[in-house]
Structure formats: structure tokens, C-alpha cells
């Protein structure tokens, strides 16, 4: 009995062994498992993380490349438009100075001065020197002989000025020595110190025509003869 009951002792070590060696064996591998999904969980969080880092990161430096490509583009049509409207000055620019001048105009040789605009003919000494008007209105004439000035302009009676008011503007609060007025017409002559002047203006309600003679007191003679004999050769259509 006792040789039995030794026996038996030692098998149930034996077995009592393997099982505490199996269970030994199945925490290792099961703390292996373990250990190996741990890793792999925190590998992949690791490397999502760094991606999103690395997202944020490119996001700012593209915005500001669209930012600048943006700026490149408005800079360009910016400076596009200001061509266009550097050309549209210029273009403007030449047709100004093509357009054309007033049509008044004086003959030298004939002493005649002719608007076909405003139906002015006039026989005036010849010889003279002309200028056009710098805005194309009308002629300056001058006679190196007696120093008279001749002005031959007109314009659009825009604001419809009556034809006692034009006269009085012409008067200019001078002493007139001689005034007439007749059918859409006048007259008025006075002196300014030592210059003479002889106006004679045509008024209706789309223009202004107006012929002034000015000449220096030493010259007097010849210039009251200049507009005596210019008066009889004057017609303006109505």
C-alpha cells in the first residue's frame, strides 16, 4: 500500500507539473498576441497622425500659392487695362488734333474772307497776316500797313442769348460813339485809350458771328477807311 500510494504521488507531480508548464506556455503566447496587436494599433495611430500633421502642413503653403497666382493674375489685368486705356487716350488724342478747323478762312492774294458754314463772305484788305483760332472758332488778321486787327469769329449760341444782351456784352460799358442795330444784327464803336474798335456782331438762335476791327489812334484814318470799304462787300445768310 504504501509503494501504491508513493506512486501515485509522483504521477499526480508529474501531471501537476504539465499543466503549470501548459499554462506557463499559453500566457507567454497570449501575452505575445497581445503584445504584437499593441504594436500594430500604435503603429497605424502613429502613422495617421503624421499624416494629418503632414496635411495641416500643406495646406497653408497651397493657399498661399493661390493667393499669390491670384495676385499675379489681377496684377496682370490691371496692367492690361491700363494699356486699353492708355490707347483709348492716345486714339482720342489723334482724332482731336485731326479734327477739323473752323471753316472760315482768308485769301491773301484777294483779301477775301469766306465761311461756308455760316454764309460769310467779306472783302478785307489782302495781304494781311492770318492765324486760326487755337480752339478752331475763328481767324486773327493783321495789317503791318496801319496796325489793324481784324477778328473773324463764331459760335453756337448754346444758351440762347438774345441779341440786346450780345450787345451789351460788346459795349463793355465803353462810351459808344456810334451804335445801329437792324435785323438780327448791330453795331457799336467807341475808343479804349488810344485803340479804336468797330464790332459788328450777327445773333439768331443757333450762332454768334461776330467781325471786330481794332486799330491805334495814329492809324485812325486808315482804319475807318478799311471798314468803309469792307461794309458794303458783307452778306450773312440768315
Not at 483709348?88 to 479734327?99: F, G, I
Not at 489782302?126 to 481767324?139: H, L, P, V
Given at each position: 500500500?504504501?509503494?501504491?500510494a508513493?506512486?501515485?504521488?509522483?504521477?499526480e507531480?508529474?501531471?501537476?507539473?504539465?499543466?503549470?508548464?501548459?499554462?506557463?506556455?499559453?500566457?507567454i503566447?497570449?501575452?505575445?498576441?497581445?503584445?504584437?496587436?499593441?504594436?500594430?494599433?500604435?503603429?497605424?495611430?502613429?502613422?495617421?497622425?503624421?499624416?494629418?500633421?503632414?496635411?495641416?502642413?500643406?495646406?497653408?503653403?497651397?493657399?498661399?500659392?493661390?493667393?499669390?497666382?491670384?495676385?499675379?493674375?489681377?496684377?496682370?489685368?490691371?496692367?492690361?487695362n491700363?494699356?486699353?486705356?492708355?490707347k483709348?487716350?492716345?486714339?482720342?488724342?489723334?482724332?482731336?488734333?485731326?479734327?477739323p478747323?473752323?471753316?472760315?478762312?482768308?485769301?491773301?492774294?484777294?483779301?477775301?474772307?469766306?465761311s461756308?458754314?455760316?454764309?460769310?463772305?467779306?472783302?478785307?484788305?489782302?495781304?494781311?497776316?492770318?492765324?486760326?483760332?487755337?480752339?478752331?472758332?475763328?481767324?486773327?488778321?493783321k495789317?503791318?500797313?496801319?496796325?489793324?486787327?481784324?477778328n473773324?469769329?463764331?459760335?453756337?449760341?448754346?444758351?440762347?442769348?438774345?441779341?440786346?444782351?450780345?450787345?451789351?456784352?460788346?459795349?463793355?460799358?465803353?462810351?459808344?460813339d456810334?451804335?445801329?442795330?437792324?435785323?438780327?444784327?448791330?453795331?457799336?464803336?467807341?475808343?479804349?485809350?488810344?485803340?479804336?474798335?468797330?464790332?459788328?456782331?450777327y445773333?439768331?438762335d443757333s450762332?454768334?458771328?461776330?467781325?471786330?476791327?481794332?486799330?491805334?489812334?495814329?492809324?485812325?484814318?486808315?482804319?475807318?477807311?478799311?471798314?468803309?470799304?469792307?461794309?458794303?462787300?458783307?452778306?450773312?445768310?440768315?
Open positions: 500500500m504504501a509503494q501504491v508513493g506512486g501515485a504521488s509522483q504521477d507531480n508529474r501531471h501537476s507539473s504539465k499543466r503549470t508548464a501548459a499554462i506557463v506556455v499559453a500566457c503566447a497570449v501575452a505575445a498576441v497581445v503584445g504584437v496587436g499593441a504594436y500594430f494599433f500604435l503603429s497605424q495611430r502613429t502613422a495617421a497622425s503624421q499624416a494629418q500633421q503632414n496635411d495641416q502642413t500643406t495646406a497653408p503653403s497651397t493657399e498661399a500659392d493661390s493667393s499669390e497666382k491670384t495676385g499675379e493674375s489681377t496684377t496682370g489685368q490691371t496692367t492690361s491700363t494699356t486699353t486705356t492708355d483709348s487716350e492716345e486714339t482720342t488724342s489723334s482724332e482731336t488734333s485731326t479734327k478747323k473752323t471753316d472760315i478762312t482768308y485769301d491773301e492774294s484777294t483779301g477775301s474772307v469766306t461756308a458754314t455760316y454764309g460769310l463772305s467779306v472783302t478785307l484788305p489782302s495781304g494781311m497776316t492770318s492765324q486760326t483760332y487755337s480752339d478752331g472758332t475763328g481767324i486773327t488778321l495789317d503791318s500797313g496801319s496796325g489793324m486787327v481784324i473773324v469769329w463764331a459760335k453756337a449760341n448754346d444758351s440762347g442769348q438774345s441779341l440786346d444782351y450780345v450787345k451789351q456784352v460788346a459795349e463793355n460799358g465803353h462810351d459808344v456810334y451804335d445801329a442795330t437792324g435785323d438780327g444784327w448791330f453795331v457799336v464803336s467807341y475808343w479804349n485809350d488810344d485803340t479804336g474798335y468797330y464790332v459788328r456782331e445773333v439768331n450762332r454768334i458771328l461776330a467781325l471786330e476791327f481794332t486799330w491805334p489812334r495814329d492809324s485812325s484814318a486808315r482804319g475807318s477807311q478799311i471798314v468803309e470799304d469792307a461794309t458794303p462787300t458783307l452778306n450773312v445768310a440768315e
